[in-house]
């Protein structure tokens, strides 16, 4: 299973960008799903989540300005950004946990989100 992340690049503050990651074959339907970054020098942290029945989770830094969903049907999760501010400046990767589980089980290889202010 592969897991291709797309969309980062360089915006302005106050900006948008969508994220896209694409799974090479159909797992999403039973797997939570998750967008996660890492910036210069920190830990990587989570940004949202998806459960299999549609349940959004979001790290409070990004409540009210990030949404992340789901497509099934085309095995992609989104991520819309919004209002973008330069502390969003990271490598986003995207996850799938195990089947009906909380542990991740595929990392994608990360696409650079840069924010300048």
């Given at each position: 299973v592969q897991l291709q992340a797309s969309g980062g690049g360089l915006v302005q503050a106050g900006g948008s960008?969508?994220?896209s990651c694409?799974?090479?074959?159909?797992i999403l339907s039973s797997r939570t799903m998750g967008w996660y970054r890492q910036a210069p020098g920190k830990q990587r942290e989570l940004v949202a989540t998806i459960s299999y029945s549609g349940i959004r989770n979001y790290?409070?830094?990004v409540k009210g300005r990030f949404t992340i969903s789901r497509d099934n049907a085309?095995?992609?999760v989104y991520?819309?950004?919004?209002s973008l501010k330069p502390e969003d400046t990271a490598v986003y990767y995207c996850a799938a946990n195990r089947q009906y589980s909380a542990s991740i089980e595929y990392?994608?290889?990360g696409t650079q989100v840069?924010?300048?202010?």
């Open positions: 960008l969508r994220l694409a799974a090479s074959v159909r790290a409070d830094s085309k095995n992609t991520l819309q950004m919004d990392w994608g290889q840069t924010v300048s202010s």
